[in-house]
């Protein structure tokens, strides 16, 4: 069985102040993980995905995110927060080795404050 | 390049009703998948075909069932609607071998009344 805890249902940020959303995940196998963004009335983009390559990941728009497998953490970060990143994020793991259901978080919602 | 296409995007069911709803894969991919998401919620997995067959299914009653044709679209039914199947229904498509990566539609928003 596969899960994946968001640690935050809310996060409110100052425009230009660092970004941290955090996720613990749970995985029988060696898991793939996700890191989805969701903008009002939209469909998911994928911002990025580990599949056990370099465990700093770097993805769109400034975000990256560390795999930390002693502490089952996926953390999403990024340095500088824009406007433009206000939606809702969700981190996701797949099992890598069985069939590729994707399993999400519930979500944290990302407010940017002018 | 078209990404994942859904259709239609919006619409209005009332209770004990069937539903149907479409995806087109982008072309190549092989592998369809479905989501619910409840408002306020996590997207749940559905179903996930591949080269026509069932490859996983979810923990959802059998009033829901879909299918994927040779050209590789997809078709989720729902049967006799319920309020609580109001959601963003999300198809997604890979190419399916092994982990290949995502692309998700726009959903298709069903209100049941």
């Known amino acids: 069985a596969q899960s994946v805890t968001q640690l935050d249902s809310h996060v409110s940020v100052s425009e230009g102040t660092p970004v941290l959303l955090r996720c613990n995940y749970s995985?029988?196998?060696?898991?793939?993980l996700f890191w989805y963004v969701q903008h009002p009335n939209k469909g998911l983009q994928l911002l990025l995905k580990y599949t056990s390559a370099a465990t700093l990941v770097k993805g769109i728009n400034g975000f990256e995110a560390e795999f930390k497998k002693s502490e089952t953490s996926f953390h999403l970060t990024k340095p500088s927060a824009h406007m433009s990143d206000a939606a809702e994020y969700f981190c996701v793991v797949s099992d890598r080795f069985g069939n590729e259901k994707l399993t999400f978080g519930t979500g944290t919602r990302l407010t940017i404050i002018p | 390049d078209a990404g994942v296409t859904q259709s239609p995007t919006h619409l209005i069911k009332t209770r004990g009703q069937h539903v149907t709803l479409r995806c087109s894969p982008i072309?190549?991919?092989?592998?369809v998948s479905w989501y619910q998401q409840v408002l306020g919620q996590g997207p749940q997995f559905i179903f996930q075909?591949?080269?026509?067959?069932?490859?996983g299914r979810g923990n959802f009653p059998d009033r829901f069932s879909a299918r994927q044709f040779p050209n590789y679209s997809s078709e989720l039914n729902v049967n006799a609607l319920l309020l609580g199947d109001s959601a963003l229904y999300l198809c997604?498509?890979?190419?399916?071998?092994?982990?290949?990566?995502?692309?998700f539609g726009s959903g298709t928003r069903l209100t049941v009344v």
């Open positions: 075909y591949y080269e026509k067959e069932e490859r």
């Open positions: 997604a498509s890979s190419l399916g071998q092994g982990y290949s990566g995502y692309t």
């Open positions: 072309s190549g991919h092989k592998s």
């Open positions: 995985s029988s196998y060696s898991p793939s």
